[in-house]
């Protein structure tokens, strides 16, 4: 089955710099890769995502890259704020029995530091 | 707005006990998800259905039994609750129509088996 990686466990950045986090997938048959955003004590939700017929993606501050020949895709946060602090989790998933059926990593907590 | 409730945010149960946690969602989705959360280990797949009385196992399915008799409810069923069951439960929720992938989660229910 499907096993996805995610690097780093936490990342500690200044405000205004870049946080970079990147996941592994093991299961080329995997075509659509969404990444979920956990403030503390609260639901994830999703922040972005991409398919596997693009290689990137970005939506005003974030933006997420893919390689299928590797089998990697990153996270990628530009002009960090306090407000990014949470904990990210990337995910996999290919067509299951009429569900698309996500596989996640272990997540990432990212500290913004003021 | 899509809405998935739960039926308890936190709960306490004594080993071997039988232990229901509900899962609704008011949006007519045809898949839901049951999760567990856990410190470094991110989200693991316990069950899923793709529609109403439909279920397949996810990663994680031992010790847990599922049951959707209607559309907008999924539960999850601790047989007999054991201590390494305590964690904490999520439910998420997913539309087919539209050909949107984004999965809707509950609050979560913290569960304690003593």
């Known amino acids: 089955g499907e096993n996805v990686e995610q690097h780093p466990s936490t990342l500690s950045v200044q405000e205004g710099d870049s946080a970079v986090i990147k996941c592994t997938y093991s299961?080329?048959?995997?075509?659509?890769f969404p990444w979920y955003k956990q403030e503390l004590g609260k639901r994830p939700q999703l922040i972005i995502d991409?398919?596997?017929?693009?290689g990137e993606k970005k939506d005003q501050r974030i933006a997420v890259t893919l390689n299928k020949t590797a089998k990697h895709f990153s996270l990628h946060i530009t002009e960090t704020q306090p407000e990014d602090s949470a904990v990210y989790f990337c995910?996999?998933?290919?067509?299951?029995?009429?569900?698309?059926?996500?596989?996640f990593g272990q997540g990432t907590r990212l500290t913004i530091n003021p | 707005d899509v809405k998935v409730t739960q039926s308890s945010r936190y709960l306490v149960k004594r080993t071997g006990e039988k232990v229901f946690l509900e899962c609704v969602q008011d949006?007519?989705?045809?898949?839901m998800f049951w999760y567990r959360q856990d410190p470094g280990l991110g989200l693991r797949l316990i069950y899923f259905?793709?529609?109403?009385?439909?279920?397949e196992k996810g990663d994680i399915p031992e010790g847990y039994s599922v049951s959707r008799e209607k559309k907008e409810r999924f539960s999850l069923i601790l047989e007999s609750a054991s201590t390494n069951q305590t964690s904490m439960y999520l439910c998420?929720?997913?539309?087919?129509?539209?050909?949107?992938?984004?999965?809707?989660f509950g609050p979560g229910t913290r569960l304690t088996v003593t």
């Open positions: 998420a929720s997913r539309s087919v129509v539209g050909g949107g992938y984004e999965q809707y």
């Open positions: 299961d080329s048959a995997s075509n659509y």
């Open positions: 991409i398919r596997s017929n693009v």
């Open positions: 995910a996999a998933s290919r067509r299951n029995q009429g569900a698309q059926k996500l596989v």
């Open positions: 949006m007519d989705h045809e898949n």
């Open positions: 259905s793709y529609d109403v009385k439909m279920k």
